[in-house]
């Protein structure tokens, strides 16, 4: 998720002391030789994505790498009681909670390749040249919380180290990839959370890991193009997986993906009404409440950003601030 102004404003008043670094996260086995690094949200932070890790042949194909150290030192420090080296990272998009930790990861496995999106090529050539100074002034000028400031600055530490970012080999197509003989469907959803999102289906264990196109508390939609979204989550619907790990939250089984789904036709169909903003957010909190589960003191910041995110969509036609349309609907937006 990128930080939305507004979103950092609104969370000023829900901060009211310095929140500390959360313990690292812990890995859960997902199946046999596949398991989940869970991404942290402290209240008052930015957040990280989950990482999934699977074992490979010889060492470990990683999917996504979060924003904070804590979180790349967690997946660091998973590969070395496992004796095991780092031979392939995918980032399922280029958002900064799900990449940051490649330049830690490459620095101690420099062998270690990427498969991402061409987007990711795109922000560092034409959005990251200013960001810095965009970042700077923005905490200059107060506008990021107290407690969120270092997240901000080791996000321009990130932008500044394209290198290990770039991927090795794009993913511009749906294919299978054997990643240290590990088979993985590597998907391409075009114009869906990102311009270029990628998604995996392992068929060993049947498992997706679906990137941002499944996220909790609420969708991140800052840079959403809502059809494609709607698009890459009936492919997903489309694969025979038991279990599915979210950009952010809890792994879901079939069912708890179709309430989610579901969920998010009713929430962007409200979006695009002229229901109040509050409404669409109550039926998402409603829709979700099963998923969400147990952490319902989420409740009262997972509604305030359902209601901005309503905000943002109506503000830019329906889709994120930072939607490229497929050419054929259109051509580019901004
Ligand atoms: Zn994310």
């Keep these: 998720m990128r930080l939305l102004v507004t979103f950092a404003a609104a969370l000023v008043a829900a901060v009211s002391v310095l929140a500390a670094d959360p313990p690292p996260p812990r890995p859960q086995l997902l199946a046999p030789g596949t398991w989940l690094l869970p991404g942290t949200f402290p209240e008052g932070r930015l957040p990280d994505g989950n990482t999934v890790l699977f074992e490979g042949a010889t060492g470990l194909v990683v999917m996504d790498t979060g924003r904070h150290a804590w979180h790349a030192q967690a997946i660091l420090d998973f590969a070395r009681s496992h004796d095991r080296r780092i031979t392939d990272i995918v980032n399922s998009h280029w958002h900064l909670d799900h990449v940051s930790g490649n330049a830690p990861i490459r620095a101690a496995y420099p062998q270690a390749q990427v498969h991402t999106g061409l987007a990711m090529e795109r922000m560092i050539r034409e959005v990251w040249p200013d960001a810095r100074e965009r970042s700077e002034a923005s905490i200059a000028a107060g506008r990021i919380p107290a407690a969120m400031v270092p997240d901000v600055r080791g996000d321009i530490v990130t932008r500044e180290q394209p290198e290990a970012l770039r991927p090795d080999f794009p993913v511009t197509r749906t ?147 930072r939607c490229l349309e497929p050419a054929s609907r259109g051509g580019t937006r901004r």
Aim: aromatic share 8%; proline share 7%.
């Design 175 to 321: 294919e299978t990839r054997r990643l240290d003989g590990v088979e993985l469907a590597s998907h391409f959803a075009p114009h869906a959370a990102t311009e270029t999102d990628v998604w995996l289906y392992a068929p060993a264990s049947r498992i997706v890991a679906a990137g941002d196109l499944v996220t909790l508390p609420v969708p991140f939609l800052d840079t959403a193009c809502v059809q494609g979204w709607h698009d890459a989550l009936a492919q997903v619907e489309a694969t025979p997986f038991v279990t599915l790990v979210p950009g952010h939250g809890a792994p879901m089984d079939r069912a708890q993906f179709g309430i989610y789904r579901k969920a998010f036709a009713a929430y962007t169909a409200c979006a695009a009404s002229s229901a109040p903003n509050a409404r669409c957010a109550a039926r998402w909190l409603e829709a979700t409440a099963e998923l969400r589960a147990p952490e319902p003191a989420d409740d009262g910041r997972a509604r305030e950003m359902a209601e901005e995110y309503v905000d943002l969509l109506r503000a830019n036609d329906g889709n994120g601030a």
